[in-house]
Structure formats: C-alpha cells, structure tokens
C-alpha cells in the first residue's frame, strides 16, 4: 500500500522555525522525485520547494528562498523541510508530492504562524 505519511506541523510564532517530515513506503521512493506544496485558505495548491532523486537539485518558490530548506534521505524513505523564520503567510496545510511516472499525496500537516 502507497503511503506518504507528512508531520512536524503545528503553531510556531512568527520568526520560529519548523522541520516537516513525510515518510514514504509502499513503493521506491529513491526512483521519484518529491516536492512539498502548500495550500493556505482560498488559495490554491502551490509549490513551495522541489528536490530530485539523488537530491543533487533543488528549485524553490521565490516566497521561501533563503528561509526554506528540501532534504532527502533515501535510506530512511524520508524527505524533510526545514523552514525557519516563518511568516504568518506561511500558513496553511503543507503537502509532500512524489512522482515519477505517476504521482502519489500524502495527506497534508498543519502549519500555523500567529502570536
């Protein structure tokens, strides 16, 4: 069964930092590259960061740039996103995204920035 399981969300006040983890299984998530989305309240969906399959690239929205980090660890089926100085326009439910010739959602965590 294809899993993508994120977490690591929850209410950090602005300027504090979080770490999103999503770990995979059910399929070889070393041969897929993965992306974190987000999706705030009326927004739709949008990339936030994208990294490839040995990890050796990575693309990231202009929104986070600096503020936002993409890792992978094959051997742990795992991606992570390390986000500091968070925003209160960081908000909304981060999503990891793998794909290679289909593409599998995990289920989506959290964030909120607010004091």
């Known amino acids: 069964q294809v899993q993508l399981v994120e977490s690591g969300g929850g209410l950090v006040q602005p300027g504090g930092s979080l770490r999103l983890s999503c770990a995979a299984s059910g399929f070889a998530f070393s041969g897929y590259a993965v992306s974190w989305y987000r999706q705030a309240p009326g927004k739709e969906r949008e990339l936030v960061a994208h990294i490839t399959r040995t990890g050796g690239n990575t693309i990231y929205a202009d929104s986070v740039k600096g503020r936002f980090t993409i890792s992978r660890d094959n051997a742990k089926n795992t991606i992570y996103l390390q986000m500091n100085i968070l925003k209160p326009e960081d908000t909304a439910v981060y999503y990891c995204?793998?794909?290679?010739?289909?593409?599998?959602w995990g289920q989506g965590t959290q964030v909120t920035v607010s004091s």
């Open positions: 995204y793998a794909v290679y010739q289909i593409g599998y």
